[in-house]
């Protein structure tokens, strides 16, 4: 089992920042991916950035491109934390904001876990 907890979420006005962070804990994967995922208002949830391990292969939407920035602390495989710098947010941006991790098992099966989310609203 995987724990996510994200945190970072608020009011900020238009062109200002903010930085989201997921909490990670639990059981330990070899081979997974990590993510950012957000559900704007009247639309369905979208991926925003991913990592991928091993390797730390790194994208993004392009609606976010240039202005967010995935990082993580150097925590270890149980315990460590993803984050989410956004930069330059504009009210486009606003809405619930989820952490994701996805992990291959076996026989062709993933495992699958979701944050609660944080809510980022961007003001003009």
């Known amino acids: 089992q995987v724990q996510l907890v994200e945190s970072g979420g608020g009011l900020v006005q238009t062109g200002g920042s903010l930085r989201l962070a997921c909490a990670r804990s639990?059981?330990?994967?070899?081979?997974?991916?990590r993510s950012w995922y957000r559900q704007l208002p009247g639309k369905e949830r979208e991926l925003v950035a991913a990592?991928?391990?091993?390797?730390?292969?790194?994208?993004?939407?392009d609606s976010v491109k240039g202005r967010f920035t995935l990082s993580r602390d150097n925590g270890t495989t149980v315990r460590s934390t993803l984050y989410l710098q956004m930069n330059g947010l504009n009210p486009e941006d606003t809405g619930m904001y989820f952490c994701?991790?996805?992990?291959?098992?076996?026989?062709?099966?993933?495992?699958?876990?979701w944050g609660q989310g944080t809510q980022v609203t961007v003001s003009s």
């Open positions: 994701h991790e996805e992990a291959p098992g076996g026989a062709g099966r993933k495992y699958t876990y």
């Open positions: 990592v991928t391990y091993p390797g730390n292969s790194v994208r993004y939407s």
């Open positions: 639990g059981v330990p994967f070899n081979q997974y991916t």
